[in-house]
């Protein structure tokens, strides 16, 4: 189809002024499962769009074939029931494409720069394939370990995930491929995903439920956000004007499309009018429900309009971007994919086991099916069929040299009627071997969209196999596919552990690369790992009941709740280890007193004393005290990853704007930044942080809380504009001199009732509604006027 010029040149309002309704509402609706709505009497054609979050899933039939999805909602959803490698099962026949690291892998790199990579490869897949939005990045908070959707996410602090997001959003939209940054919000867990009421205070989702949103939308401008499945505060996500109007659209800005999560409408009249543009896929109850409520006026003309030009906008970004014959480079993807696995993998422990020595003469025991066949990524809708995968064990043979002696071994099974020879077998390999090579994995089943984990466990019989071995040979490495934290009742008795999460098709390579050195590992946790599933912060009210789900720990998630508590985590928040070491020294700011709108450059001198090149990833944290709000004892501000050949010294510089060190007051319904004394801190981790320096908070806004009629005097007494209005009001009003105002101000000081019903019961003093107000009225005005001054 030809499309229509106007469309091309971005002049809507013909177009939209010579469309029928229904032609208005199929625009709106999705054509079938992947596409828009095609409209060929007006020259509108449809685009193309799919999953995943790390890679390019391409359904054939549905894509090509023009096929609806053929399933209802329960049946589409049962893709979760698949293996991770077996994706050929809801959607058809799909094509291959690079399997990329997914979320929990690739944010261990800490590494806005290889994200951007990252998401202009994928976009060049999408061109190949013709596919004009990526429905990604997932960015959800990793509140808990056992989140069905972990696999995709980043990681539990918001400013890491947004500053990520970004970068691959960047990049994907640079090769004229739209994002769907998604989902949004509060998609935290798997259980009755579409009915679970998230109840979140508002302060706790504007920090960090929503924070990651704002900073990802800010520095990249997605094309598209997708609405979750979840209830939110009582209200469909997907329906919720609140979230969808006064934050996303009001106070953020954001002026692209909203789509919905995949049959994440229930109310499409509602959904429309709380600016959900786009309803996928196209289902015709929805789209009969949506023309009958326009002809019965409850859906404005104004309103339907305004979705169907932002979908016309979508389109023709897609259209005008579009390179058709573009073809991607498998191998250079590959090879990309490797790269970004070597860079993400974690080192959480080595006793000097690691690197090994290629040319060294020893005997390996290589124990695990995961060597072989790799657990590569997570099951669900984001599950991408790959170019190639590379196997650990024919990588690591490849760079081995011809002294090393490496024999493998299955170790585990699912059979039961296997097991117990497969681990005998296993057990007695590693007495004989200078050093065992242990590939665990969680249960696979588990590991994905549609439920959540049941532990924090390796699959069974393996957390048992390895602690047997490793007390047997302490020379015991263990290589983990999982995805999210795990325990690890072994750690004591093992010499390494290398963290992969879900790495992707070059896993292989990497894990290789990292063992013998030819990659030094740089990756750094994104997530606190526990040492029990009872440390982490929302256990107690996790999974929730009775379709309502409380976020109990408020703001205190992740490390946040974990150092409030002073709980010892197994992992902490940003820990990693490397083959060279670093040392941190010279700390300044270029300023001490800091405001709004101001921002603040931290230095310091990071240093590499040991024998190897290798990076670091240096994180800045804040830590307030004495401030009017709570606030966790530390929270990531900014982070660097800075590359140091051996005994090389760098200045690093760290820039924070000073708005983001503000907290959300929910009573004054905005941001304030808290006046007062913090510090600025900088090391390896949340918990090794070796340089601080000290800074002054400068601000009003955020200083004293609202005076009410019923708030206790010390509140406005502790408020000076306040106490100033309401004591001159006492001496007009009762004819009273300044001192004799301030000792009855003074004698109500312990009062727990509101100042003016204190001064009925203390002094028999009545005043009337309008004093009430009057005074009120004035305290306000002083105090919005002494904030003027100080800014």
């Given at each position: 189809?030809?499309?229509?010029?106007?469309?091309?040149?971005?002049?809507?309002?013909?177009?939209?002024?010579?469309?029928?309704?229904?032609?208005?509402?199929?625009?709106?609706?999705?054509?079938?499962?992947?596409?828009?709505?095609?409209?060929?009497?007006?020259?509108?054609?449809?685009?193309?769009?799919?999953?995943?979050?790390?890679?390019?899933?391409?359904?054939?039939?549905?894509i090509d074939g023009d096929q609806p999805g053929g399933q209802d909602f329960a049946a589409f959803l049962s893709v979760v029931n698949q293996k991770a490698n077996g994706v050929q099962v809801a959607f058809g026949a799909i094509n291959s494409a690079t399997c990329f690291p997914n979320g929990s892998s690739v944010a261990c790199s800490w590494d806005v720069g290889l994200m951007h990579e990252m998401g202009a490869a994928l976009g060049k897949e999408c061109q190949e394939l013709g596919v004009g939005?990526?429905?990604?990045?997932?960015?959800?908070?990793?509140?808990?370990?056992?989140?069905?959707?972990?696999?995709?996410?980043?990681?539990?602090?918001?400013?890491?995930?947004?500053?990520?997001?970004?970068?691959?959003?960047?990049?994907?939209?640079?090769?004229?491929?739209?994002?769907?940054?998604?989902?949004?919000?509060?998609?935290?867990?798997?259980?009755?995903?579409?009915?679970?009421?998230?109840?979140?205070?508002?302060?706790?989702?504007?920090?960090?439920?929503?924070?990651?949103?704002?900073?990802?939308?800010?520095?990249?401008?997605?094309?598209?956000?997708?609405?979750?499945?979840?209830?939110?505060?009582?209200?469909?996500?997907?329906?919720?004007?609140?979230?969808?109007?006064?934050?996303?659209?009001?106070?953020?800005?954001?002026?692209?499309?909203?789509?919905?999560?995949?049959?994440?409408?229930?109310?499409?009249?509602?959904?429309?009018?709380?600016?959900?543009?786009?309803?996928?896929?196209?289902?015709?109850?929805?789209?009969?429900?949506?023309?009958?409520?326009?002809?019965?006026?409850?859906?404005?003309?104004?309103?339907?309009?305004?979705?169907?030009?932002?979908?016309?906008?979508?389109?023709?970004?897609?259209?005008?971007?579009?390179?058709?014959?573009?073809?991607?480079?498998?191998?250079?993807?590959?090879?990309?994919?490797?790269?970004?696995?070597?860079?993400?993998?974690?080192?959480?422990?080595?006793?000097?086991?690691?690197?090994?020595?290629?040319?060294?003469?020893?005997?390996?025991?290589?124990?695990?099916?995961?060597?072989?066949?790799?657990?590569?990524?997570?099951?669900?809708?984001?599950?991408?069929?790959?170019?190639?995968?590379?196997?650990?064990?024919?990588?690591?043979?490849?760079?081995?040299?011809?002294?090393?002696?490496?024999?493998?071994?299955?170790?585990?099974?699912?059979?039961?009627?296997?097991?117990?020879?497969?681990?005998?077998?296993?057990?007695?390999?590693?007495?004989?071997?200078?050093?065992?090579?242990?590939?665990?994995?969680?249960?696979?089943?588990?590991?994905?969209?549609?439920?959540?984990?049941?532990?924090?466990?390796?699959?069974?019989?393996?957390?048992?196999?390895?602690?047997?071995?490793?007390?047997?040979?302490?020379?015991?490495?263990?290589?983990?596919?999982?995805?999210?934290?795990?325990?690890?009742?072994?750690?004591?008795?093992?010499?390494?552990?290398?963290?992969?999460?879900?790495?992707?098709?070059?896993?292989?390579?990497?894990?290789?690369?990292?063992?013998?050195?030819?990659?030094?590992?740089?990756?750094?946790?994104?997530?606190?790992?526990?040492?029990?599933?009872?440390?982490?912060?929302?256990?107690?009210?996790?999974?929730?009941?009775?379709?309502?789900?409380?976020?109990?720990?408020?703001?205190?998630?992740?490390?946040?709740?974990?150092?409030?508590?002073?709980?010892?985590?197994?992992?902490?928040?940003?820990?990693?280890?490397?083959?060279?070491?670093?040392?941190?020294?010279?700390?300044?700011?270029?300023?001490?007193?800091?405001?709004?709108?101001?921002?603040?450059?931290?230095?310091?001198?990071?240093?590499?004393?040991?024998?190897?090149?290798?990076?670091?990833?240096?994180?800045?944290?804040?830590?307030?005290?004495?401030?009017?709000?709570?606030?966790?004892?530390?929270?990531?501000?900014?982070?660097?990853?800075?590359?140091?050949?051996?005994?090389?010294?760098?200045?690093?510089?760290?820039?924070?704007?000073?708005?983001?060190?503000?907290?959300?007051?929910?009573?004054?319904?905005?941001?304030?930044?808290?006046?007062?004394?913090?510090?600025?801190?900088?090391?390896?981790?949340?918990?090794?942080?070796?340089?601080?320096?000290?800074?002054?908070?400068?601000?009003?806004?955020?200083?004293?809380?609202?005076?009410?009629?019923?708030?206790?005097?010390?509140?406005?007494?502790?408020?000076?504009?306040?106490?100033?209005?309401?004591?001159?009001?006492?001496?007009?009003?009762?004819?009273?001199?300044?001192?004799?105002?301030?000792?009855?101000?003074?004698?109500?000081?312990?009062?727990?009732?509101?100042?003016?019903?204190?001064?009925?019961?203390?002094?028999?003093?009545?005043?009337?509604?309008?004093?009430?107000?009057?005074?009120?009225?004035?305290?306000?005005?002083?105090?919005?006027?002494?904030?003027?001054?100080?800014?």
């Amino acid at each position: 189809m030809q499309a229509n010029p106007d469309l091309i040149a971005g002049e809507f309002d013909t177009l939209i002024a010579s469309m029928t309704v229904e032609e208005k509402v199929a625009l709106v609706s999705g054509r079938h499962m992947w596409k828009t709505a095609e409209i060929a009497r007006l020259g509108i054609p449809s685009i193309i769009m799919t999953d995943g979050t790390y890679g390019v899933r391409y359904s054939i039939d549905q894509i090509d074939g023009d096929q609806p999805g053929g399933q209802d909602f329960a049946a589409f959803l049962s893709v979760v029931n698949q293996k991770a490698n077996g994706v050929q099962v809801a959607f058809g026949a799909i094509n291959s494409a690079t399997c990329f690291p997914n979320g929990s892998s690739v944010a261990c790199s800490w590494d806005v720069g290889l994200m951007h990579e990252m998401g202009a490869a994928l976009g060049k897949e999408c061109q190949e394939l013709g596919v004009g939005l990526l429905l990604g990045p997932g960015i959800n908070i990793r509140r808990t370990p056992l989140g069905g959707r972990s696999y995709e996410y980043y990681s539990e602090d918001p400013l890491l995930t947004g500053d990520l997001a970004a970068g691959l959003i960047n990049g994907l939209q640079g090769q004229g491929v739209g994002a769907s940054l998604k989902h949004f919000a509060c998609n935290n867990s798997e259980i009755e995903r579409t009915s679970m009421d998230s109840l979140v205070e508002e302060r706790a989702l504007r920090e960090i439920y929503l924070r990651g949103f704002e900073r990802a939308i800010g520095q990249s401008n997605p094309w598209t956000v997708m609405t979750s499945y979840n209830v939110l505060n009582g209200v469909q996500a997907a329906e919720n004007p609140w979230l969808l109007g006064d934050v996303l659209r009001d106070d953020w800005g954001y002026d692209g499309l909203v789509v919905s999560d995949w049959h994440g409408i229930k109310d499409r009249p509602a959904s429309l009018n709380a600016g959900n543009d786009l309803d996928m896929p196209e289902s015709g109850k929805r789209k009969q429900d949506l023309i009958t409520a326009i002809e019965a006026g409850t859906v404005s003309a104004e309103t339907l309009d305004l979705s169907v030009r932002r979908v016309l906008e979508l389109v023709r970004k897609a259209l005008i971007n579009s390179r058709k014959g573009e073809k991607f480079d498998r191998a250079t993807h590959h090879a990309l994919a490797r790269r970004i696995a070597g860079e993400s993998i974690v080192l959480l422990k080595n006793d000097g086991v690691l690197p090994l020595d290629p040319n060294a003469s020893l005997k390996i025991a290589v124990i695990g099916g995961g060597a072989e066949e790799p657990v590569i990524q997570g099951s669900g809708c984001a599950t991408t069929l790959p170019t190639q995968v590379d196997a650990p064990l024919a990588e690591i043979r490849k760079l081995a040299g011809v002294n090393l002696d490496i024999r493998a071994y299955q170790g585990f099974s699912e059979d039961l009627s296997l097991a117990a020879d497969l681990a005998d077998e296993a057990v007695e390999a590693a007495k004989s071997a200078d050093i065992v090579l242990i590939f665990g994995t969680t249960e696979v089943g588990y590991d994905g969209e549609g439920s959540d984990r049941r532990n924090l466990s390796l699959a069974p019989g393996q957390d048992g196999l390895i602690a047997e071995i490793a007390r047997l040979n302490p020379r015991t490495v263990v290589v983990l596919s999982n995805p999210d934290a795990i325990t690890m009742p072994w750690l004591d008795d093992v010499a390494a552990v290398v963290e992969t999460f879900f790495s992707g098709q070059g896993m292989g390579g990497g894990v290789a690369d990292v063992l013998f050195g030819a990659v030094n590992p740089s990756g750094k946790l994104t997530v606190t790992f526990p040492r029990k599933l009872g440390d982490v912060p929302g256990f107690l009210s996790y999974p929730g009941e009775n379709r309502r789900h409380i976020y109990g720990e408020g703001i205190f998630v992740g490390y946040r709740g974990y150092d409030a508590r002073e709980t010892e985590p197994l992992f902490p928040f940003g820990f990693g280890l490397s083959y060279t070491d670093f040392t941190y020294s010279d700390i300044a700011l270029d300023k001490t007193e800091l405001r709004s709108g101001d921002s603040v450059t931290v230095s310091f001198t990071l240093t590499n004393t040991g024998a190897r090149a290798g990076k670091e990833v240096a994180q800045l944290y804040v830590e307030r005290s004495g401030q009017r709000h709570a606030t966790p004892p530390r929270e990531l501000k900014g982070f660097a990853k800075v590359a140091l050949a051996a005994g090389e010294s760098q200045r690093v510089t760290i820039t924070v704007p000073v708005d983001d060190l503000r907290v959300y007051d929910t009573s004054l319904g905005c941001w304030v930044l808290d006046n007062g004394a913090i510090a600025l801190k900088v090391g390896a981790s949340s918990r090794d942080l070796a340089l601080s320096a000290e800074a002054n908070c400068v601000a009003a806004e955020g200083r004293y809380r609202p005076i009410l009629r019923d708030t206790q005097p010390i509140f406005m007494l502790n408020n000076p504009p306040a106490r100033r209005v309401f004591r001159q009001f006492l001496e007009a009003r009762l004819n009273v001199s300044e001192r004799e105002a301030e000792g009855m101000l003074e004698h109500c000081t312990n009062s727990f009732i509101g100042l003016f019903t204190t001064f009925e019961r203390r002094f028999r003093i009545q005043f009337s509604e309008d004093d009430i107000e009057r005074v009120l009225a004035d305290i306000e005005q002083a105090v919005a006027e002494d904030a003027r001054v100080q800014a």
